[in-house]
């Protein structure tokens, strides 16, 4: 029966993230600094809401796109962070994660050989849902610029059949942020062009010396940008699965139906805890951000200390050295570190192939972890130099 299942799903590959991750687990003793999510617990306040909930029976379904309340607080959050104005009735969907935001939206927008542009390294989530729905993804290489993508590059890759862009800032592997400027420039380019542009901002509150800029707020650009949020990294709620999808309203009621008819709507109870989330001021990711930065800068010390070509990431909890002067592959690269000094990272190459040549830090670990980590890291750095020159 095999030959019954669609190719497309059997073309698909379980992320390089999630394959390493098992590689990983045969091993004893290991550091890791894999994983891309908050390693504080959610907060007291945001887990009592969810247990009240529970008690109080608010476990049935809701309303489709989510709480009336709740999407009322992410739209007063939207707009308070980042001067973004979706109506709340109209104009935002909660979903479960922005992993089915993502999938909702391109669902929505995607045809049959559409084009969609990725500014590369890139998350590995899209690839899959964009193959998923026949449409194309076209790679734009960012390596030379920074992991900045510009509207330049863009402009060079726009064909005919472009539907979509996609911009994920702050970028999980990179902690590039594009800045307004940039992003000014990438919205006067699409200005006078129908092609969406899907706005990953899933670690906007993540960002280190500036604040985030969401190009849904410029007003060109307003009816042709999907915006998608959640709290699972800016709330430590990965596993609460709340996300936010916010588009103009004749694109909405369209994503609310593929979203009705793949989960009908996130859990009631997570629902109840995100707007505990919502409604209390920011401390919580304040002070998580505090910790993240002062590892992000332990960690970018440590790496320059050892000779390792790294950018300063502005934002998320990831850090992306070049291991290129090593010549290995990056995943013989993190097998080895693996094997010989007992710390895992992610391969580069499983952020399409222009991670290649790089591995991912996460830095979302306890100081001593770090420590730790990157005292291993040091020694097989200094064993792989010694081999090389040999
Ligand atoms: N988008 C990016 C860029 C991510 O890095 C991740 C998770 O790592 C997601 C989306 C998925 O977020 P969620 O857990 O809310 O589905």
């Known amino acids: 029966m095999e030959h019954l299942i669609h190719q497309r799903v059997k073309d698909m590959q379980i992320t390089g993230?999630?394959?390493?991750?098992?590689?990983?687990?045969?091993?004893?003793?290991?550091?890791?600094?894999?994983?891309?999510?908050?390693?504080?617990?959610?907060?007291?306040?945001?887990?009592?809401?969810g247990e009240l909930a529970i008690r109080q029976n608010k476990t049935g379904y809701t309303h489709i796109a989510g709480l009336l309340?709740?999407?009322?607080?992410?739209?007063?959050?939207?707009?308070?962070?980042?001067?973004?104005?979706?109506?709340?009735?109209?104009?935002?969907?909660?979903?479960?994660?922005?992993?089915?935001?993502i999938a909702a939206a391109m669902r929505t927008i995607l045809d049959e050989g559409s084009e969609v542009i990725l500014p590369g390294p890139v998350y590995p989530g899209y690839e899959p849902v964009i193959s998923l729905c026949g449409a194309v993804p076209?790679?734009?290489?960012?390596?030379?610029?920074?992991?900045?993508?510009?509207?330049?590059?863009?402009?060079?890759?726009?064909?005919d059949k472009t539907r979509c862009i996609v911009l994920a800032y702050p970028?999980?592997?990179?902690?590039?942020?594009?800045?307004?400027?940039?992003?000014?420039?990438?919205?006067?380019?699409?200005?006078?062009?129908?092609?969406?542009?899907?706005?990953?901002?899933?670690?906007?509150?993540?960002?280190?010396?500036?604040?985030h800029f969401s190009i849904g707020s410029?007003?060109?650009m307003r009816n042709k940008t999907i915006t998608i949020n959640g709290l699972s990294k800016s709330h430590?709620?990965?596993?609460?699965?709340?996300?936010?999808?916010?588009?103009?309203?004749?694109?909405?009621?369209?994503?609310?139906?593929?979203?009705q008819y793949n989960v009908i709507c996130p859990s009631a109870v997570s629902q109840f805890a995100a707007l505990a989330a919502l409604q209390t001021d920011h401390d919580c990711t304040e002070s998580m951000k505090?910790?993240?930065?002062?590892?992000?800068?332990?960690?970018?010390d440590r790496l320059i200390a050892m000779g390792m070509d790294v950018a300063k990431p502005a934002g998320t909890f990831y850090m992306f050295p070049s291991i290129?002067?090593?010549?290995?592959?990056?995943?013989?690269?993190?097998?080895?570190?693996?094997e010989q000094a007992k710390v895992a990272v992610v391969p580069g190459d499983a952020f399409s192939e222009m991670g290649e040549g790089y591995i991912r830090i996460s830095y979302s670990y306890s100081m001593e972890k770090l420590e730790a980590a990157l005292n291993r890291m040091e020694t097989f750095l200094q064993l792989l130099a010694e081999r090389l020159k040999e």
């Not at 420039?185 to 500036?210: G, N």
Request: one cysteine or more.
């Open 17 to 49: 993230i999630r394959r390493f991750s098992d590689v990983v687990a045969q091993h004893q003793d290991v550091v890791s600094l894999t994983i891309g999510e908050p390693d504080f617990p959610t907060p007291d306040y945001i887990k009592q809401a």
């Open 69 to 101: 309340e709740l999407r009322e607080a992410a739209g007063h959050f939207l707009q308070q962070q980042y001067g973004l104005t979706y109506d709340p009735i109209s104009e935002i969907i909660i979903t479960n994660g922005a992993t089915e935001a």
């Open 138 to 159: 076209v790679y734009i290489d960012t390596r030379d610029t920074d992991f900045l993508v510009t509207a330049e590059m863009i402009q060079a890759k726009i064909t």
């Open 171 to 211: 970028s999980n592997p990179t902690g590039s942020v594009l800045d307004e400027q940039c992003v000014r420039e990438i919205a006067e380019l699409l200005s006078d062009k129908d092609i969406f542009v899907l706005s990953d901002e899933i670690y906007s509150e993540l960002t280190y010396e500036k604040n």
């Open 218 to 220: 410029i007003p060109c």
């Open 236 to 259: 430590a709620m990965t596993g609460w699965r709340i996300g936010l999808l916010c588009g103009p309203a004749y694109l909405a009621k369209e994503m609310l139906k593929v979203h």
């Open 290 to 300: 505090a910790a993240y930065r002062e590892r992000r800068d332990y960690v970018y």
């Open 324 to 338: 290129r002067k090593f010549q290995l592959p990056s995943q013989e690269f993190a097998l080895q570190l693996l």
